[in-house]
């Protein structure tokens, strides 16, 4: 596998993602713009050291940064699949596993952009109160983070059709993300809620982000996503196997 | 002796109960062409997904340049069209096929002069979901082209091309394989695929049941009528090379044969005032036709 396979495989599927309109309104520009309403509602100082709008770059962060890496990737691959492209690159020397590599690794530039995009926002309304280095880490630990979300992605991708995907995945991922904590936070939301919120993936993805920004330990967080992404990789696996039948 | 670049042996597949493959042999030497024709459903896409890596055939040997096609080494200089194909409508004419040249290590520019071979200069910088079904078959030529390819394999390849666009496609074909790249091709242009090709292979049901040179196997296979004005009577005609009947049709000579070159041949040194001649009879289509027909006679009886 050459740099340069690598290359030409990342740029198809970067232009998959900013050529295709849908695809830039509901993993780029939705997620900013929400940013940009609750941010500019509630984005003032808080009770702790730093403002809401800080506090959302790690939480509501969270979720624009895991919509890219688990929308892309997945309908990225249900439709390769439907078109016939998969079927096509399998005659190429590229090995299946470094297409795959490829449409994760192009969501994530994409996923920095719409973080840092939210940071912008941010900075442009006075809210944004923490220094660089806390800033990269924290975008650091989301884009690992949404790791084992690109992998739910691609299971649903081998599973479902190019147009059932979307429906699907958002099935899955907005309800864990609202009760995970990533649109409003862990304590406004009902008891019954905050109790389930440490079984869902996006809770550990948002506290591991704040966790860096308050300088509090997360080591909890870490273990429950290692063992989120070796569910989502086994299920991964199991579901681009039975596609192959 | 050509080098052999496909050689498969005893190739088995089945899907289910359905045995779609049924001990096939087949080899292409370098700068061969192997027409693969057959009705739907013969087995053809099968042989060509087990000879691309496709498919793990059920049982048999087969190898590219002795080397095993699951293997993505051994298709770094295949070149594939495929029946059905599909492509990311994101990306232009000029990338996907810059960027197919790279993944089999070439350079990408590779790419302009390819897609001016085939025609798709013009195109380059379209959107491949915005070309039309006879310029998606240009565009899987140029694919498989890029790869400076030892082997193309060609499933279909003339499907919703128009008469001037598969001329251009039989003579790009044409000089490839004079360049000494082995072609295996599958098509319903017989007449067609009989032009270019070297040898012909029919399969029927999943077997091989007949493969040699084109016209060998239409006058091996198929009787041709002889039209003639001649000075020959009867006894002479008979004892003509080939010659299974013979009749007359106002006046004109209406014969059979078995061999239609040699009769004719035969004919004009015995007879030099011959007028009138013509030779009709079974085309490579009609051949095949007959074939695969007796072919399923046979299984069914
Ligand atoms: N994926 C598949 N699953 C089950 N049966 C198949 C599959 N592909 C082909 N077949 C069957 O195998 C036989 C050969 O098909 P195919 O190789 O496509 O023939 P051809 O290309 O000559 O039309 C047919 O009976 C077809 O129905
Ligand atoms: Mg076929």
């Known amino acids: 596998m050459t740099p340069q396979i690598l290359a030409v495989e990342v740029r198809d599927e970067l232009y998959g993602i900013i050529r295709e309109p849908a695809a830039v309104f509901f993993s780029i520009a939705m997620p900013v713009g929400f940013f940009a309403l609750f941010a500019g509602l509630f984005g003032g100082p808080s009770d702790g050291p730093v403002s809401n709008a800080t506090m959302m770059l790690a939480s509501f962060g969270a979720f624009g940064v895991i919509s890219v890496a688990l929308l892309n990737p997945g309908i990225g691959v249900a439709e390769d699949r439907e078109r016939g492209w998969l079927r096509v690159k399998r005659v190429s020397p590229v090995p299946v596993s470094t297409t795959l590599a490829a449409k994760v690794a192009a969501s994530l530039p994409v996923a920095f952009g719409v973080y840092a995009a939210m940071s912008v926002t941010a900075v442009a309304m006075g809210t944004f109160d923490t220094d660089l280095g806390t800033w990269l880490a924290i975008a650091g630990v989301l884009l690992l983070g949404s790791l084992p979300f690109a992998l739910l992605g691609l299971a649903v991708g081998f599973s479902a059709s190019g147009r059932a995907a979307p429906a699907i995945i958002n099935a899955i991922f907005l309800p864990m993300a609202i009760a995970g904590g990533l649109w409003m936070p862990i304590e406004a939301l009902p008891q019954i809620v905050q109790q389930i919120a440490p079984a869902l993936p996006t809770y550990h993805v948002s506290q591991l982000g704040l966790g860096v920004l308050l300088g509090e330990p997360v080591l909890d967080h870490v273990v429950a996503l290692l063992a989120t992404t070796a569910v989502t990789a086994a299920a991964a696996a199991t579901a681009y196997r039975s596609s192959r039948r | ?301």
């Open chain 2, 1 to 301: 002796m050509a080098d052999t670049v496909v050689n498969i042996a005893g190739l088995e597949h089945r899907y289910g109960t359905t045995q779609a493959l049924r001990s096939v042999d087949l080899t292409v030497a370098s700068g061969e062409c192997v027409a693969l024709l057959g009705p739907n459903g013969a087995g053809k896409t099968t042989l060509v997904n087990a000879l691309t890596g496709v498919l793990q055939p059920t049982a048999g040997h087969v190898d590219i340049d002795g080397g095993d096609p699951r293997r993505a080494q051994t298709r770094m200089r295949l070149g594939v069209m495929h029946q059905i194909a599909g492509f990311p409508r994101t990306l232009k004419v000029t990338e996907l096929v810059s960027g197919w040249a790279v993944r089999s290590g070439q350079p990408a520019s590779a790419a302009a002069p390819v897609l001016a071979e085939v025609g798709l200069s013009d195109l380059a910088a379209r959107r491949v979901d915005k070309l039309s079904g006879g310029q998606q078959q240009r565009l899987q030529l140029a694919m498989a082209l890029v790869v400076d390819p030892t082997l193309l394999v060609l499933d279909e390849p003339t499907l919703g091309l128009d008469i001037d666009a598969r001329r251009g496609f039989w003579r790009t074909i044409a000089e490839h394989r004079d360049r000494g790249v082995a072609v295996l091709l599958t098509t319903h242009q017989v007449e067609e695929a009989a032009a270019v090709a070297d040898r012909v292979v029919v399969l029927s049901d999943g077997q091989v049941i007949a493969s040699g040179h084109p016209a060998e196997l239409t006058s091996r296979l198929a009787d041709r009528t002889i039209l003639a004005r001649t000075a020959l009577d009867g006894d002479a005609l008979r004892a003509l090379p080939g010659i299974v009947d013979i009749t007359y049709e106002a006046g004109r000579l209406r014969a059979t044969s078995r061999q239609a070159e040699a009769t004719v041949r035969a004919l004009l040194d015995a007879d030099p005032t011959v007028s009138d001649l013509r030779v009709e009879g079974a085309s490579l289509e009609e051949a095949v036709v007959s074939l695969t027909a007796n072919a399923y006679e046979e299984v069914a009886a």
